[in-house]
């Protein structure tokens, strides 16, 4: 019988039934093997006891006991998980240790009480009780099917254990205890049948992770990401917070909470910012929200998507701060998200090339040097223009190939003008903010042009006023220096209208400044960008910076430039942007000759 009694409850656990129905089964099986005898298993947790299964036990007498802390004199059972060994009861009515109780148990008719202690390796996990209706103790044979109840219940508890550690380890981030992007997304389900709002995601990205990983080391990076993941789980409750990436954190915010999605970020924003000591290093937390409340019919995967274009939003806009999720948002990232996919596409296909517009002498006419601009190709061979997917660079890895490709092309057609004697100059090649923080960019750079045998005096890295003076760490301050040190030289592009101003260009290591064509094309009579050019042109002379005139249209632009004493701009009154070939023909056409040692472009 009790050979009878394994095999059932051993197949039950080979087929992974739930604990509680295994424990159940053993405990009617054992009943079943000793008439007139009651069975209860009680875990114990926390040092309390839990009721597993009691299946012909009253639900109001293992109410009783659920939570009851284990000690010496705690009925049977608390008495065997506190001892660690079997504890016979034979007369419940008289015995100290039933004291508390003796009220709730003898109106059932029972009269004694023999537990054991249940293990898992040295800890006691459970306790298997026989309650008899009569004061007495077990018997020999009520003694062995007792050990092979300990048993089967020790080997289907261990078991649930492995079960629950797997489980925990699936759904948990290692780093910050916090639940994982997995689990994350399972809570997200249990959303799919609710679709009338009341609740809502936000989305967290830490802001200084980077920089601390690289002035401190990544030890302090993650003392930051743990204290951080700490300070969101105080600030939402337990279980509303999750770590799903790197320095990404996910919230889950209801109704129930009693606050606004928007208060509850700001409750966040507020709880991160105080000070952190981080491996020896005082920092002050930073991270940006995005967030979206669930409306009428809207799934789970789409109020999570909407809360990462918000925190897009936020990151491009509002660094630092909370953005919730309103219409409109998702054209912005739909545009880029597309550009990214045609940009990746066509360098895959090779379809990404440099056209050069000639940068000329306007005194002369002659051509000194070009800009080489991003242009890609279309299946059918349309030419679209880098404004037209200049979304795509602020990804930091389309933006690094697509920066490769033209520097390789570049380099290989300077050295293909070099060769043939022609006279090139310089060439012009735009940086983005994403070539500067992807890193080691002057190593990309220089590596490039010394595979090609490309002097790097005939390059110029043209960098954006956003791009270099919009940015608030020094990544690209310390980058330029880096380059110029090089031999290269930089140009300011876009000059007046981003960030600058003319103290800044006493103080930004940059070789060239060139004009906006806002500017250019408001060279009309009383106007007042008249004097801002002259005004510019005259200061950027005087502090020995050259100075390039760029969308140059019409003649009047032209002598108005002149007049000023600007001696070099590009524009479509020259030429536009032409491919390698005619480029080569305007070289070898209007190239100006170098044999007087002038360079127009060195100060």
């Known amino acids: 019988m009790i050979l009878k009694l394994q095999n059932v409850i051993l197949e039950m656990i080979a087929r992974g039934e739930a604990l509680q129905a295994t424990i159940e089964r053993i405990c009617l099986e054992a009943e079943a093997l000793v008439p007139g005898t009651v069975c209860s298993v009680l875990s114990i947790r926390d040092e309390r006891l839990h009721p597993l299964a009691g299946p012909s036990l009253p639900s109001s007498y293992s109410a009783v006991l659920d939570g009851v802390s284990i000690g010496a004199s705690v009925g049977s059972c608390g008495s065997a998980a506190f001892q660690g060994e079997a504890v016979t009861v034979t ?24 537990s054991t202690p249940i293990f898992s390796a040295d800890r006691v996990v459970a306790t298997f009780a026989f309650y008899f209706r009569e004061c007495r103790g077990p018997n020999e044979l009520e003694q062995r099917i007792v050990d092979a109840c300990i048993y089967l219940c020790a080997i289907a508890i261990e078991r649930e254990e492995r079960v629950q550690e797997r489980q925990r380890l699936t759904y948990t981030d290692v780093l910050t205890g916090l639940p994982n992007r997995a689990k994350f997304s399972q809570v997200l389900l249990n959303y799919t049948e609710r679709l009338e709002g009341g609740w809502g995601v936000i989305l967290a990205d830490l802001d200084n992770l980077k920089v601390v990983n690289d002035t401190f080391g990544h030890g302090a990076g993650d003392e930051l990401i743990q204290i951080v993941a700490t300070r969101i789980a105080a600030a ?67 109020v999570r998507q909407c809360a990462d274009v918000a925190l897009y939003h936020a990151k491009e806009r509002n660094r630092g701060q909370f953005v919730e999720h309103r219409p409109g948002f998702g054209t ?15 360098l895959v296909e090779k379809r990404i090339h440099p056209y050069y517009q000639p940068i000329v002498r306007l005194d002369t006419g002659q051509v000194v040097g070009f800009e080489a601009l991003c242009r890609m190709s279309t299946a059918s061979g349309d030419i679209i223009a880098a404004a037209n997917f200049h979304e795509a660079t602020k990804d930091a890895h389309v933006a690094a190939e697509l920066t490769q490709c033209m520097l390789q092309q570049v380099a290989r057609d300077m050295r293909s003008w070099l060769d043939r004697g022609l006279p090139l100059q310089h060439v012009g090649i735009n940086l983005s903010a994403a070539d500067f923080h992807a890193g080691r960019l002057q190593e990309r750079i220089c590596a490039v042009f010394a595979d090609a045998g490309v002097p790097l005096d005939h390059v110029i890295l043209e ?58 094309e408001r060279l009309v009579p009383d106007d007042g960008a008249v004097v801002i050019v002259e005004g510019l042109v005259s200061i950027a002379n005087n502090l020995g910076l050259r100075v390039v005139a760029e969308g140059i249209e019409t003649e009047t632009q032209l002598e108005q430039l002149v007049s000023f004493g600007c001696k070099l701009g590009q524009g479509y009154l020259f030429s536009k942007a032409v491919d390698r070939d005619a480029a080569t023909v305007l070289m070898a056409s209007h190239g100006q000759n170098l044999d007087n040692g002038h360079h127009p472009l060195r100060a």
């Open 463 to 520: 960098v954006t006023e956003s791009v270099y003076l919009g940015q608030r760490d020094h990544v690209v301050a310390d980058e330029i220096k880096l380059l110029r040190s090089c031999g290269m030289r930089v140009a300011l592009d876009d000059f007046g209208t981003g960030f600058a101003s003319l103290t800044h260009l006493l103080t930004v290591p940059v070789d060239i400044i060139k004009i906006d064509k806002s500017f250019v």
């Open 91 to 114: 007369d419940i009515e008289h015995d100290p240790r039933w004291v508390d109780f003796r009220d709730v148990v003898l109106p059932l008719g029972f009269r004694a009480c023999w």
């Open 236 to 302: 939402v409750g337990k279980g509303r917070a999750f770590r799903i990436g790197g320095d990404e954190f996910a919230v889950v915010v209801e109704s129930s909470v009693g606050s606004s999605i928007s208060t509850v970020a700001a409750g966040i924003l507020a709880t991160i910012k105080e000070q952190a000591h981080c491996n020896g290093h005082a920092i002050v937390p930073s991270a940006t929200l995005g967030g979206c409340v669930a409306g009428p019919g809207e799934t789970p995967d789409h």
């Open 332 to 346: 912005a990232i739909t545009r880029r998200f597309r550009a990214i996919r045609q940009v990746s596409l066509a």
